[in-house]
């Protein structure tokens, strides 16, 4: 099991940008894959984006071109970079980790993503 702690959520314009960081408490290496998942008001909670220890993503189809999945081991952390937002990327957006020998899955707190004008 680990701990995950997200950041960077917040309010920005249609057409802007934001950062969101995970970063792991506990031992890093253990985890493939990770990923970041989103859930907005009255919807199922739906995957954005994942990134495998090689290196490997995939994406959902609405955020292709605009969002970046990214890793970095040394700090322990997961980002993604979200361009382009528009109004229906408002939700609530979530670490996810799933260690590779137990296949157990731990969860973030959540940080809230609200795009609007």
């Known amino acids: 099991q680990v701990q995950l702690v997200e950041s960077g959520g917040g309010l920005v314009q249609p057409g802007g940008s934001l950062r969101l960081s995970c970063v792991v408490f506990?031992?890093?290496?253990?985890?493939?894959?990770m990923g970041w998942y989103r859930q907005a008001p009255g919807k199922e909670r739906e995957l954005v984006a994942r990134?495998?220890?090689?290196?490997?993503?995939n994406y959902a189809d609405s955020v292709k071109g605009r969002f970046t999945i990214s890793r970095d081991n040394a700090k322990n952390t997961m980002y993604l970079q979200m361009n382009s937002l528009k109004p229906e990327d408002t939700a609530v957006y979530y670490c996810?980790?799933?260690?590779?020998?137990?296949?157990?899955?731990?969860w973030g707190q959540g940080t809230q993503v609200t795009v609007s004008s």
């Open positions: 996810n980790a799933q260690n590779r020998f137990t296949l157990y899955a731990d």
């Open positions: 990134i495998t220890s090689g290196g490997s993503t």
């Open positions: 506990g031992n890093i290496f253990s985890i493939d894959p």
